[in-house]
C-alpha cells in the first residue's frame, strides 16, 4: 500500500443508532501525509461525523452501524480504541471553553501526558516546550477566566500537539473566535503546518474565513456524501458551493455580480492570489453603474444613550461615556471585540445593571426608574442560545409564559401567542414539544416568547452564531420581516457578513468606549476600527484596492445596495 | 466578578501557607482537625484555636472573603447549642460528676454551670476547626487538592471529579446569572414579594435551562477528556503536585505535635478527654 496515504476511506458508511437514515454514505477518500485539508458542508452533511469517525469518537463514544473500512496509518479504527487513536489525531474542538479541563493554562496542556503517568518533572518540562509552540509560555499560570477565546484555542492546541500527534483535526475552529482571532487561529494552524509538516485537517462551514492561508484540498460533503475534492480554485469556481449551501467568498460574489466569469486560471481561491486583470473593466463599470443611495432617517428616536458610563467595581469602568441615538424601526449592530462592553450595554437597557453616570431614554423618557419587568414591554433580549432561556416543555406554554408570569388574562394570552407564533412563521408547530424542533425552530420560540410582550425594541445576541448558510439566511430574513413591523433591531456580533449586510448601522466598541458610529460598510474599511476593535477587512474591500477602484467603503457600500436590491426583486 | 463569585474559590497569593503541598495542607487538616475534635480541654481548644488564628492571618485571607462562610457557620452552631441544650440539659452534669445550679427554667428545665462550661467548651471546639478547613480550602489550588486525594488513596477518578467540579463552577454561577436576569426580564419574580410556592415554582424555571445547557456541556467536556485518554491508565501523575520541601516537614511536624500534645493531656493530665474545673 502506498506509503504516504494517512488516511484511506473506502467505501465507508456509519449510521447512528438513533437515526433512520446513515450520515454518511459510501464515502471513499484519500489523505496523504502532510496535506491540509479543509472539509466543508451544511449543518446536518455528516462533516463532524466524518471528524468524529478520525478521533474514534466513533464509534467508541457515539454507537452506531459503521460500514466499509477507514484506515488510519494503515490500521483500522474499529480494531483500535479511543486511547490509540488520540495518540495519531489530535482533535482541537469547537467549544473553546468547555474543553479546557484545567484550571491553568499548564495543567490543561499537561492532560493528556498526566493521563500516561508522565513525572511531574518531566511533564513540566514538555509543557514548557508545547506551550512556546503557540506562544503561550509565560501565561501558564493563567485560569481559563484570564484568558481570551483565541488564548484558550491556543491551549487546546498545545494540549494536542504535547503527544506529537501526526495528524491535527480543527473541528470548527472559527465557530467562537471574533474576526481578528479567528484570523490569527488560521495563521497560526498555517505556520504550524509549515514548520511541523503535519497532516492537518480542518473542518468548517465559513470558507472564506478558513481560506485565508493555503489549502491543499477542499472536500465539500452534503447529505452524507462526498460531493466535490478540487484545489479552492477549482472548488470557487464551480457553482457546487451554492449550490450545496455553503456561501462562496464575498469577492467571489461580487465578481460575478459585475458579469465576470470566474475561473479558476484567475485563481480566485484565495483573495490573495486572486488575478483581477481581465476582471478589472467589467467590475469598474459595474460599479459605477450602481446608483449612489441616500438614507436619511426621518423617524423619531426609540433609544438614547447620553453620556453613559458603567463600573461593576467602582474602578475600572467598563463602559464610558457612550452617546447614541437610534431611530424606530432601525437595525444596529453593536460591535467589538470580547471585553468590549457590548454585553454590559444590553445589560444597562434591560436594567439588570444601572448607569452610574448619564442617561438612557426611551422616546424621549428617561427609564432610569422603570423595573426590569417593565423594562421588558419595552425592550426584550433574546439570549444567543435558545436553551439558556426554553423553560417549559411545549412551544404554547413556552411562549405564554412572560404573559402568564403578567397575569394576563388567559383569553388575551391565547391571541396574542398565536400572534407571536405567527408571526414566527411557527403556527404549524404550536402543540409541538420543543424538543422536536431544530435549533433554528428554537431560535424562533424564543424570539416569539419575547415578541409575545409586544416591545418596541428587540436586542439579540449573536443570533447567527453557530449557523450555516442557510439557517442564516433564514434567520436574519425572518429579523428583516419582524424589522418591518417597526420593531428596532439591535444584534450584538462578531459577524461580519451580518453587519454588512442587514444592519445599515454599526456601533463599534472598543475598551468600554464608542470609537465609531457610522455604516457598516466605513467601519469595515476603517483600518483604525478594524484594528482597535478586533474586527477583519472585508474582502470586497481588498477587491476594490486590487481592481484599482478608489473609495473602497463607497465600493462596499455599492455592493450591499446592489444586492438588497436583487432580493428585492 | 462581585464578593459572592470568590466565595468558595481558590485565593491566589504567595505564603508560606500557599507554598506547602496540597498533601501537606490536607494531612494537618486532618491531624489538627482530629487533634481539636478529641480534646474536650478548653486550654487545649483555645490553644490551638489561637494557632488557627495565626495561621489565617499568615495565609493573608480577608475577613471580607470569609464573612458569609463564618455567618452561616456561627448560624449552625449556635442553632446545635440551643438544641442540644434543650435534648440533653443534664449533659454537663453528667460528664463533670457536679451541679451548680444557677436558675430554674420553665419545664422543669435547670441552667447549671457544667452545662454552661461544656457547651461553651463545644463552641469553641466547632470554632476552631473552622479557621483550618477556611484555609485548606482557600490556600490550596483545586487540581493540587485533588492529587492530594489522590495521593492518600482516593480513586484518580473520584478525585478529578472534585476538581472539575470547582473548575466549571463559577462558569456555572455566571450561567445562572445571565439565565436568571433573563428570565426576569419575561417577569419571573424572584425577589420576597412573591410567595414561596411562587418564589419555588419560578427557581424551576431558571434551573431547567441551566440543567439543560450542563447536559450539553457535559458531552462536551468528556468528549474532551476522552480524546486526552483520561481514564486510560489505572493511575496517573499530576501536573500540579508538588515535591515536599523542608516547610512541608516542619508544617506536618508542628500538627503531629499538636495533635501527640492533646492526647497527652488527655491521658496524663486529664485521664479522659474532658478537663473538669469543677473538683
Known amino acids: 500500500m502506498d506509503e504516504r496515504v494517512v488516511i484511506e476511506f473506502q467505501d465507508f458508511s456509519f449510521q447512528y443508532f438513533s437515526q433512520a437514515e446513515p450520515t454518511l454514505n459510501r464515502i471513499n477518500l484519500k489523505i496523504y501525509r502532510g496535506e491540509k485539508i479543509l472539509i466543508v458542508g451544511p449543518s446536518g452533511s455528516g462533516k463532524s461525523t466524518l471528524g468524529h469517525c478520525l478521533n474514534g469518537l466513533i464509534p467508541f463514544a457515539y454507537k452506531g452501524d459503521m460500514r466499509g473500512s477507514l484506515k488510519i496509518n494503515g490500521v483500522e479504527t474499529r480494531e483500535q480504541n479511543i486511547f490509540k487513536l488520540s495518540k495519531m489525531v489530535g482533535t482541537v474542538l469547537q467549544d473553546t471553553d468547555a474543553q479546557f479541563v484545567g484550571l491553568t493554562a499548564g495543567e490543561d496542556i499537561a492532560f493528556a501526558l498526566e493521563n500516561d503517568n508522565v513525572p511531574t518533572a518531566e511533564m513540566r518540562e514538555r509543557v514548557k516546550k508545547a506551550a512556546a509552540m503557540v506562544d503561550m509560555q509565560n501565561l501558564l499560570g493563567s485560569s481559563p477566566f484570564e484568558l481570551s477565546g483565541g488564548q484558550k484555542q491556543r491551549v487546546s492546541l498545545a494540549g494536542v500537539m504535547i503527544d506529537d500527534v501526526d495528524i491535527l483535526l480543527f473541528d470548527e475552529p472559527l465557530a467562537n473566535l471574533d474576526p481578528a482571532t479567528g484570523k490569527a487561529a488560521i495563521e497560526i494552524i498555517d505556520e504550524l503546518h509549515k514548520k511541523s509538516q503535519k497532516t492537518i485537517i480542518i473542518i468548517e462551514h465559513r470558507l472564506e474565513d478558513a481560506l485565508h492561508r493555503g489549502i491543499d484540498r477542499v472536500i465539500l460533503i452534503n447529505d452524507g456524501r462526498i460531493i466535490a475534492d478540487k484545489n479552492p480554485h477549482d472548488l470557487v469556481s464551480s457553482p457546487l458551493l451554492t449550490e450545496n449551501g455553503i456561501r462562496e467568498p464575498l469577492y467571489v460574489t461580487a465578481l460575478k455580480y459585475a458579469g465576470v466569469k470566474v475561473a479558476s486560471d484567475m485563481r480566485p481561491g484565495h483573495i490573495a492570489t486572486l488575478q483581477v486583470d481581465r476582471a478589472r473593466e467589467a467590475l469598474a463599470a459595474w460599479y459605477n453603474a450602481i446608483p449612489l443611495e441616500r438614507r436619511e432617517y426621518a423617524k423619531p428616536s426609540v433609544l438614547k444613550m447620553e453620556n453613559v458610563s458603567f463600573s461593576y467595581d467602582g474602578l475600572r469602568p467598563v463602559l464610558n461615556d457612550i452617546n447614541f441615538d437610534i431611530r424606530e424601526g432601525e437595525m444596529v449592530s453593536i460591535v467589538g471585540r470580547n471585553g468590549a462592553g457590548k454585553s454590559t450595554l444590553s445589560k444597562l437597557l434591560c436594567g439588570f445593571e444601572k448607569e452610574d453616570r448619564g442617561a438612557i431614554f426611551y422616546k424621549g423618557e428617561n427609564i432610569r426608574e422603570k423595573s426590569i419587568k417593565e423594562r421588558a414591554e419595552i425592550i426584550g433580549l433574546v439570549m444567543q442560545n435558545p436553551n439558556q432561556m426554553i423553560s417549559k416543555p411545549m412551544i404554547r406554554d413556552e411562549v405564554a409564559l412572560g404573559l402568564r408570569l403578567r397575569n394576563i388574562p388567559e383569553e388575551q394570552i391565547t391571541g396574542r401567542v398565536e400572534k407571536a407564533l405567527n408571526i414566527c412563521g411557527l403556527s404549524p408547530f404550536k402543540d409541538w414539544p420543543i424538543s422536536a424542533l431544530s435549533f433554528g425552530q428554537k431560535k424562533r420560540v424564543t424570539i416569539a416568547s419575547i415578541l409575545a410582550l409586544e416591545p418596541k425594541i428587540l436586542i439579540l445576541d449573536e443570533p447567527t452564531a453557530g449557523q450555516d448558510f442557510r439557517h442564516y439566511t433564514e434567520i436574519m430574513e425572518f429579523l428583516v420581516e419582524i424589522n418591518k413591523l417597526d420593531v428596532t433591531i439591535i444584534l450584538i456580533t462578531h459577524d461580519m457578513h451580518l453587519m454588512l449586510e442587514y444592519t445599515p448601522r454599526a456601533i463599534v466598541l472598543s475598551g468600554g468606549r464608542m470609537i465609531a458610529d457610522t455604516t457598516a460598510s466605513m467601519a469595515l474599511t476603517d483600518s483604525r476600527v478594524i484594528e482597535e476593535a478586533n474586527l477583519k477587512e472585508t474582502s470586497l474591500f481588498q477587491l476594490s484596492r486590487l481592481s484599482g477602484i478608489e473609495g473602497g467603503a463607497r465600493f462596499v457600500q455599492g455592493f450591499i445596495d446592489y444586492e438588497r436590491r436583487l432580493k428585492a426583486r | ?279
Not at chain 2, 464573612?67 to 447549642?81: D, E, G, P, S, T
Open chain 2, 1 to 279: 466578578m462581585n464578593a459572592k463569585m470568590k466565595l468558595f474559590s481558590y485565593n491566589t497569593a504567595d505564603t508560606p501557607v500557599h507554598r506547602l503541598s496540597g498533601l501537606t495542607k490536607l494531612i494537618c487538616f486532618l491531624l489538627l482537625t482530629f487533634a481539636v475534635m478529641f480534646s474536650y480541654d478548653i486550654r487545649v481548644i483555645f490553644a490551638v484555636m489561637i494557632f488557627s488564628v495565626a495561621i489565617l492571618r499568615l495565609s493573608q485571607i480577608r475577613f471580607s472573603q470569609i464573612r458569609a462562610m463564618i455567618v452561616y457557620v456561627l448560624v449552625f452552631v449556635v442553632a446545635n447549642a440551643i438544641i442540644s441544650f434543650f435534648f440533653s440539659p443534664e449533659e454537663g452534669v453528667k460528664i463533670y460528676g457536679s451541679r451548680h445550679n444557677i436558675v430554674n427554667l420553665y419545664g422543669g428545665y435547670k441552667l447549671t454551670w457544667e452545662q454552661i462550661f461544656y457547651q461553651i467548651t463545644k463552641f469553641f471546639k466547632y470554632f476552631s476547626v473552622i479557621p483550618f478547613g477556611i484555609i485548606f480550602l482557600l490556600t490550596t489550588n483545586p487540581s493540587e487538592f485533588a492529587s492530594s486525594l489522590n495521593r492518600i488513596g482516593v480513586n484518580y477518578k473520584a478525585a478529578f471529579a472534585v476538581a472539575l467540579t470547582l473548575r466549571y463552577f463559577p462558569d456555572m454561577q455566571r450561567e445562572y446569572h445571565d439565565i436568571s436576569q433573563a428570565q426576569q426580564a419575561r417577569g419571573l419574580e424572584l425577589s420576597h414579594k412573591a410567595k414561596f410556592a411562587d418564589r419555588f415554582k419560578n427557581s424551576l424555571l431558571i434551573l431547567i435551562p441551566l440543567i439543560f445547557l450542563s447536559l450539553e456541556r457535559v458531552e462536551t467536556i468528556s468528549n474532551a477528556m476522552d480524546l486526552r485518554g483520561f481514564s486510560k491508565n489505572d493511575t496517573r501523575t499530576w501536573y500540579t503536585s508538588r515535591k515536599f520541601a523542608r516547610a512541608d516537614y516542619v508544617a506536618l511536624a508542628v500538627s503531629a505535635l499538636i495533635t501527640i500534645g492533646t492526647v497527652y493531656v488527655s491521658v496524663f493530665v486529664n485521664h479522659g478527654r474532658f478537663y473538669n474545673p469543677f473538683v
